[in-house]
């Protein structure tokens, strides 16, 4: 059975910093692209970022040079640190995973962290 299990959420002020876990479990972690993805007050889910299980990690523009996804293999880790958090960072953060040796869909989600940034 797959579980991915987000922690790390909260209420930060603007400016501030999050670090992001996600736990896996079920998964050949080691060959599974991972996926961070959020989702805001009325507004739809998100990619925010993505770290391949070979190759180079991706972000979309919002957040490029602000957040850093990492992975730990050994741990069955992802890892989404979040830097200079803005107002409109606020939303519901949630881990994805691929099937494995492919980089995508993602075909399993996580229940999400709630990250809130106060102006």
């Known amino acids: 059975q797959v579980q991915l299990v987000e922690s790390g959420g909260g209420l930060v002020q603007a400016g501030g910093s999050l670090r992001l876990s996600c736990a896996a479990s079920?998964?050949?972690?080691?060959?599974?692209?991972m996926g961070w993805y959020r989702q805001g007050p009325g507004e739809q889910r998100e990619s925010v970022a993505d770290?391949?299980?070979?190759?180079?990690?991706n972000y979309a523009d919002s957040v490029k040079g602000r957040f850093t996804v990492s992975r730990d293999n050994a741990n069955n880790t992802v890892y989404l640190q979040m830097n200079s958090l803005k107002p409109e960072d606020t939303a519901v953060y949630y881990c994805?995973?691929?099937?494995?040796?492919?980089?995508?869909?993602?075909?399993?989600w996580g229940q999400g962290t709630q990250v809130t940034v106060s102006s």
């Open positions: 079920g998964i050949r972690f080691s060959i599974t692209t």
């Open positions: 994805a995973a691929a099937r494995p040796l492919s980089k995508g869909p993602y075909i399993y």
């Open positions: 770290i391949p299980h070979i190759g180079t990690p």
